[in-house]
């Protein structure tokens, strides 16, 4: 394993368990990986808002990719300057790779009149009925509500209908992924896509072209993430199957759920790093 690794990460379901979105079995790992330096980056369909918080709560410090890699927030202290083609909003230089949250809502509006029944999107729903449908606290509820980017979207239609509806929204300009619990509705970002302009950042700081990205997640959105990483973790989830890659090599499937798997995968896989921080 070369000097340099970056860990990217999907949350729920993956670093947080998909019930409880709790970490407790991957924070000693994390603790570790923090003294030995390897950044940890979350990589995940939560805004902006949720992020902030939830970096504070495990101790994070590093930047972070939000809706489905619809932008990049980098703390200010991260590197020695500013990189090119991102703006400074509060502490973060922030790149992004998609158009607002107003112009899918807007979309979804003019065009998607038929399938209206089918679907309540964040901008709908009550703060209560997301409680409802996720079990988050009300401020955590709160904070997912605070979308910047993209609509997520409460399907409750057939899958025939769902399928006829990713379409048309496709034939729109639209990107469609599943998530954990949703359909997020955005433009042509993902995951994948922000995880390689951040390597490309992290690279070049640390003048070392041998830098290997990992990556770990559970869903279908975490897929253009897994497919780009130089080592793809499938994070095994007590609700849907692997996510199906395309790739052969380099690729392990977790024995434990969430952050269990999480923390033993990493264990196995830098056990000669993180020995080293002990």
């Known amino acids: 394993m070369p000097e340099r690794v ?27 990986l923090a003294a030995v330096d390897i950044p940890v980056i979350l ?11 939830i970096t504070k709560e495990l101790a994070i410090t ?18 020695a300057q500013q990189p090119e083609d991102t703006v400074q909003i509060d502490n973060y230089w922030v790149k992004s790779f998609c158009l607002p949250r107003q112009h899918w809502l ?7 009149q038929a399938f209206h029944k089918n679907y309540k999107g964040f901008s709908q729903l009550t703060v209560e ?15 997912a509500k605070q979308r ?4 997520p979207l409460h399907w409750q239609g057939s899958d025939s209908e769902k399928e006829d509806f990713i379409q048309l929204l496709c034939d729109l300009g639209a990107n469609v992924l ?11 970002s993902d995951k994948g896509q922000a995880m390689i302009w951040l390597a490309s950042l992290y690279r ?24 780009a990483a130089n080592i793809a973790i499938q994070v095994r989830s007590p609700v849907n199957d692997f996510p199906v890659l395309k790739r052969q090599v380099s690729t392990i499937k977790t024995q434990g759920y969430g952050p269990q798997g999480w923390a033993e995968s990493l264990q196995q896989l830098l056990s000669s790093k993180l020995t080293k921080g002990a």
């Open 204 to 227: 070049d700081f640390y003048n070392d072209n041998e830098v290997v990205t990992i990556a770990l997640g559970d869903g279908d959105n975490d897929i253009a993430m897994l497919e």
């Open 43 to 53: 990589n995940t369909s939560k805004t902006k808002a949720e992020l902030t918080a």
């Open 62 to 79: 590093t930047p972070f990719i939000v809706e489905n890699g619809a932008a990049v927030f980098i703390p200010i202290s991260t590197f």
């Open 106 to 112: 807007d979309l979804l509006t003019e065009h998607c």
């Open 6 to 32: 970056l860990i990217f990460t999907d949350l729920d379901g993956t670093l947080l368990d998909h019930y409880t979105y709790k970490a407790d079995a991957a924070l000693s790992t994390l603790a570790q």
């Open 129 to 143: 009925q997301l409680i409802e449908l996720t079990g988050l606290t009300q401020k955590k509820a709160e904070q």
């Open 178 to 188: 599943q998530g954990g619990r949703f359909l997020h509705v955005s433009g042509y």
């Open 148 to 151: 910047l980017f993209g609509e």
